[in-house]
């Protein structure tokens, strides 16, 4: 037992300790399943839940629907006799530390949504015991955890709640996921792991439970310094995305190569990291989490001018380079209108199937709202399902030279490292390349080869 803490959570942090508590992981998804593997792979009785019959039954089959991770982390989880995959919330009671992976969008006006926080919340609510740990991963404004999921979970609770004291009894923290999907050299069990609870017992809690799994657990002061740093962590990278996608409009115009420039500048060895332009912001977090703080500081009645430009600059980047297509092929003699474009790359980042809030749909809605032909080709998305704001209904087309040839423009959107570049280079009668991926066929491409 150490000084902050009583009788239960003693309890609970032995039951940690010696790998007896059992974790609910709610939300099988990006964060929720790597995480539940990692914490499962650290000796910790798992109980994962979700929503989505399907993910549940794929995991009973050993297939991982989220590609990238591979099948062996679905296996792994399946075969063992610690783990075991749920729809049924009633079972959140025999959970003694529940960990919320829920998803966290914008609502239509941009306003943050955090009905899945609450709906967990009150299903946690539902089933609520004495010496139970609630730790929220999902990315959100500060002092949801405090303002927003404890109540929730103790309005649920009814009648229990009396006898059930925050602090006490139950335990809250905050703990962000900084997953960086497709990105080989960290995973969730070595990427450090931020946990602030809503009381110094709550904190020492979480991190016994994460140290299960991750190796590097930062402790910190309050579940509202973990939310905060978690934000600053994304706006960080939406303000220097676009501060890059601003220089680079100036030095195309210029006739500057931005990502020459990108690549000189960060040979200095201190006070500048790298940031490359784009066609756009993507994915689940960029451009979404900044928004909630906008949201939040308008209740202190302060502005975020920072956030606000960067989303104005990133959000006309789909615009900007429909635009240099427009133009390149207008150099070829051609209109927009009646061209057909190849958009090469649909997920948002490259070497993941990840579409979520991918520029890609933007700029083939784009090009056809411009009247061009457009299809797609991305090797890890064969179709289209419909999303938050998109619902292409397209279908990925062959890869080969005759297709390449076949388009009178090639726009690479997302550059995947297991497309064969060389094709498109030989073949294209033009391309409009917004990663930089065709760098090594400049000299062969000459004016085919346009940069945006
Ligand atoms: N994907 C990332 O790279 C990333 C990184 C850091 C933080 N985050 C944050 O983590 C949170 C989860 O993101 P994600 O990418 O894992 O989302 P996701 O959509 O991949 O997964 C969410 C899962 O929750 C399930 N779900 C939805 N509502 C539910 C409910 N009420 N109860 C139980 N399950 C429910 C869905 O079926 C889905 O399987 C978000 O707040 C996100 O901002 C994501």
């Known amino acids: 037992m150490t000084a902050s803490m009583n009788q239960t959570a003693s309890e609970l942090l032995a039951r940690i300790e010696r790998c007896e508590a059992k974790i609910g992981v709610v939300g099988l998804g990006y964060v929720g399943l790597p995480l539940a593997h990692a914490l499962h792979s650290g000796g910790l009785p798992i ?5 989505d019959q399907s993910k549940i039954d794929a995991i009973k089959a050993g297939r991982n629907y989220l590609v990238h991770l591979g099948n062996e982390l679905v296996t792994s989880l399946r075969d063992s006799s610690r783990f075991e995959g749920t729809t049924d919330f009633s079972r959140l009671g025999e959970a003694d530390v529940i960990i919320i992976c ?73 703990s962000p996921e900084r997953e960086d999907p497709g990105r ?38 309050s579940a509202e310094v973990a939310e905060s740093a978690k934000l600053l962590e994304n706006i960080f990278r939406a303000v220097n995305i676009a501060l890059v996608n601003e220089m680079k409009v100036v030095l195309d115009a210029m006739d500057i190569d931005v990502w020459e420039v990108v690549r000189a500048a960060a040979t200095k060895p201190f006070g500048y990291m790298p940031f490359y332009p784009g066609p756009g912001l993507g994915g689940h977090c960029i451009p979404i989490d900044p928004f909630y703080l906008t949201w939040k500081a308008r209740e202190y009645g302060h502005s975020t001018r920072f956030i ?3 989303g104005e600059i990133n959000t006309s980047m789909p615009h900007y380079v429909v635009d240099r297509t427009a133009e390149a092929l207008n150099g070829q003699g051609k ?16 070497d993941i199937d990840d579409v979520r ?28 399902w419909a999303g938050r704001k998109h619902d292409l209904k397209m279908t990925s087309v062959a890869y080969d ?47 085919r080869l346009v940069r945006a």
């Open 335 to 350: 209109p927009m209108k009646g061209s057909k474009i190849l958009v090469v790359g649909l997920a948002y980042k490259a």
């Open 401 to 447: 030279a005759k297709t390449i040839a076949s388009y009178d423009c090639i726009l690479i959107s997302t550059a995947h490292s297991s497309v064969d570049y060389r094709t498109i280079a030989e073949h294209a009668k033009l391309c409009v390349d917004t990663r930089d991926a065709l760098r090594a066929f400049e000299k062969t491409m000459g004016a």
């Open 184 to 221: 080989k050299s960290h995973s969730t069990s070595t990427i450090p792991k931020l946990v602030g609870g809503l009381d110094a017992a709550s904190t020492e809690l979480a991190a016994a439970v994460y140290r299960k799994g991750v190796t590097t657990v930062v402790p910190v002061s």
């Open 47 to 51: 109980l994962g839940f979700d929503i």
């Open 308 to 310: 606000e430009l960067a």
């Open 102 to 174: 829920v998803p966290t969008p914008l609502g239509k006006h941009w306003e943050p949504d955090i009905s899945y926080i609450i709906e967990t919340a009150k299903a946690i609510g539902r089933t609520l015991r004495k010496g139970q740990l609630v730790i929220l991963e999902s990315t959100t404004y500060p002092r949801t955890t405090r303002d927003d999921m404890m109540p929730a979970i103790m309005a649920a609770a009814g009648g229990r709640a009396r006898s059930l004291e925050i602090g006490r009894d139950i335990f809250g923290a905050f």
């Open 357 to 384: 809030e991918s520029p890609s749909f933007e700029l083939i809605e784009l090009c056809k709202h411009r009247g061009a032909v457009v299809d797609y080709y991305d090797p890890l998305v064969p179709a289209t």
